[in-house]
């Protein structure tokens, strides 16, 4: 009997499933494709009511978790994901932070810990498709580093996934939007985009169409809205939101099917 076409990806923090993924998610539900979210911390790390930051005084931890899994839940039903999984782990927040110090924060749990609870719902679900981050977390956040590693090594123990994706963000594709929003008016500021800022091109082997679900996305950073994570790209004009949100991009960093080198679906070569 055939299994169930399914994509698992695996996150650090409650709103970190929108930006690179909600795409994918919302697409593959709508395809009939089983979509699951492994969420790694519950986010107590983030900013508190009326944008208190961890430390300063009346940032509670744990009223933050409550309240970003509480955002979590109507975000997932904004992309119809079907399955949601909650490690639990303590946010360790940014790299640097006292919080990293804590012995629950998520950067602290041994990965073969970590990577055996994952790969126990890798063996629930039996995903084809494994998504997350690359070896720097995308921009070096502990807890997304610790995710990476805890998707390697699940991945490699279980043998089920046939392929693993890291999330991109195609340097040239950046650099061409940053123009295009300047030209257009946006402020950028002054600096110029680093030359070494997003993945570089020749390693990006995965370009999703995702443009029908990017209201899907709109809605769903909306549901964080606790986080000011993305409150710049919902300030942008509708036109150049929907521009940005139109495209997801992956790196293939596993497969063990048959596939092309450059893809346009992450089930390429899985579909009957």
């Not at 395809?31 to 430390?55: A, F, H, S």
């Not at 279980?158 to 030209?183: C, H, N, Q, V, W």
């Amino acid at each position: 009997m055939a299994r169930e076409l399914t994509v698992m990806a695996v996150h650090a923090h409650p709103d970190d499933e929108v930006i690179s993924t909600g795409g994918i998610l919302a697409r593959y539900s709508r395809e009939g494709i089983r979509t699951v979210l492994v969420t790694c911390t519950n986010g107590e790390q983030g900013d508190g009511p009326g944008g208190v930051k961890p430390g300063e005084q009346g940032h509670d931890p744990e009223a933050v978790a409550e309240h970003r899994l509480a955002e979590l839940r109507e975000s997932v039903g904004h992309l119809g994901i079907a399955h949601v999984e909650l490690l639990g782990y303590r946010d360790s927040g940014m790299d640097g932070w006292e919080a990293n110090e804590h012995p629950d924060a998520f950067r602290n749990v041994p990965v073969e810990i970590a990577a055996a609870r994952l790969g126990e719902l890798m063996e629930r679900y039996r995903p084809q498709v494994v998504v997350t981050y690359d070896e720097n977390g995308g921009y070096g956040h502990p807890d997304h580093i610790q995710a990476h590693r805890i998707a390697v090594a699940a991945t490699e123990s279980t043998g089920i996934p046939d392929k693993l994706y890291y999330a991109a963000m195609p340097r040239a594709r950046m650099r061409e939007m940053f123009e295009y929003m300047r030209s257009v008016g946006v402020d950028m500021g002054d600096d110029e985009m680093p030359d070494d800022f997003g993945t570089p091109d020749e390693l990006v082997t995965t370009f999703v169409d995702v443009a029908p679900y990017a209201e899907n996305k709109i809605k769903a950073l909306q549901a964080h809205a606790s986080q000011e994570d993305g409150s710049f790209l919902l300030r942008l004009p509708d036109d150049i939101r929907q521009r940005v949100f139109s495209s997801e991009s992956f790196v293939r960093h596993f497969c063990r099917i048959s596939a092309p080198d450059r893809e346009d679906d992450l089930f390429a070569g899985l579909r009957a």
